[in-house]
């Protein structure tokens, strides 16, 4: 080919030609912008990963650290309670002489109590033991010279208005055969019958069984409450008592010199007694009514030992400030 159709077919070659060149250079771009949206996906997964990874180390690190947190707080309690213990034990070191010596005595003031308490307890233990002889003796020594005084006035005792008591005791209860009314003079048939009944009496009570157990021997007079009118109840009592008191001393004034062994005699006035009650000491009827008649009387009794060792413990002590 020639002239211009020559020239255009070459232009068009060239045009073909750098076409294809084109295309090949778009084909090259596009594989390799291909190639770099894939590298970027794959950093971009890459990327995210990585995030997810700090996320995770972040919150692990947090839990270390909260973990670390705690552990420090632990630590600084237990050396606290490290420093408080030793502050005690130093405190227990600097004391424990002075500790050692107090505990020392406690324990010796101690032991000295438990010492006297023992011996505080054999003491009561021996007491009881003689409250428990005394009072077996009493009741057998009351009980038996009950018994021989009933064996001994048993033919008198209705005659002379008389009575013997469980106890022992030797009950006129008929006054009016001793004394007249409002009189301290024992009538002439009084004198006799007491005369009589003493020297018996006595004989009984210092019999051998008996004499050491003895201790006192009392004559009591007793009033009833009655008086004139008109007095108040302190005069009553106090003539009640002076008239009984006087009774009572005449009636050993005369019962004494019955005695005729001059050391029998000795013995009853080292242990006579006479003494007035008024109507302290009155009978009563069962109503618990006052029985004017039995009240107006004389009564002696024997006094044991024994007995009056049982009334001494009987009596309080002195109370403990």
Not at 11 to 26: E, K, Q, R, T
Not at 246 to 271: H, N, T, Y
Request: include cysteine; charge should be neutral; proline fraction near 3%.
């Amino acid at each position: 080919m020639s002239g211009p159709n020559r020239v255009l077919g070459s232009v068009s070659d060239m045009m073909a030609g750098l076409m294809i060149v084109f295309l090949f250079l778009l084909v090259c771009y596009m594989a390799r912008t291909q190639g770099t949206s894939q590298d970027l996906l794959k950093t971009r997964d890459r990327a995210d990963t990585l995030e997810e990874e700090l996320k995770l180390y972040k919150k692990q690190n947090e839990l270390k650290e909260s973990d670390f947190s705690k552990k420090m707080e632990e630590k600084e309690r237990q050396k606290n309670i490290l420093e408080e213990i030793l502050v005690a034990q130093r405190l227990e070191k600097t004391q424990s002489e002075s500790e050692k010596n107090e505990i020392k005595t406690q324990l010796e003031e101690t032991e000295n109590q438990l010492l006297d308490l023992k011996k505080q307890k054999t003491e009561a233990e021996k007491q009881i033991e003689k409250v428990k002889q005394d009072s077996l003796r009493y009741f057998q020594t009351q009980t038996a010279i009950a018994k021989c005084l009933k064996t001994e006035f048993q033919n008198d005792l209705l005659t002379w208005g008389a009575s013997v008591e469980p106890d022992g005791t030797v009950r006129f209860y008929n006054p009016s055969v001793l004394f007249k009314q409002n009189e301290d003079k024992l009538t002439p048939k009084g004198q006799a019958m007491l005369r009589e009944f003493f020297g018996r009496y006595i004989k009984i009570l210092y019999a051998p069984e008996f004499i050491e157990q003895v201790g006192e021997i009392r004559v009591e007079g007793h009033t009833s409450s009655e008086w004139a009118e008109g007095v108040t109840e302190i005069q009553r009592y106090i003539w009640n008592l002076d008239l009984s008191q006087r009774r009572a001393f005449e009636i050993l004034r005369i019962c004494l010199p019955s005695i005729d062994d001059p050391k029998v005699l000795e013995r009853v006035k080292g242990q006579a007694i006479a003494t007035g009650h008024s109507y302290s000491k009155t009978v009563r009827n069962q109503d618990n009514s006052e029985n004017r008649e039995l009240s107006r009387r004389v009564e002696f009794k024997a006094i044991t030992r024994s007995e009056k060792l049982l009334r001494e413990m009987s009596k309080p002590g002195p109370t403990e400030e």
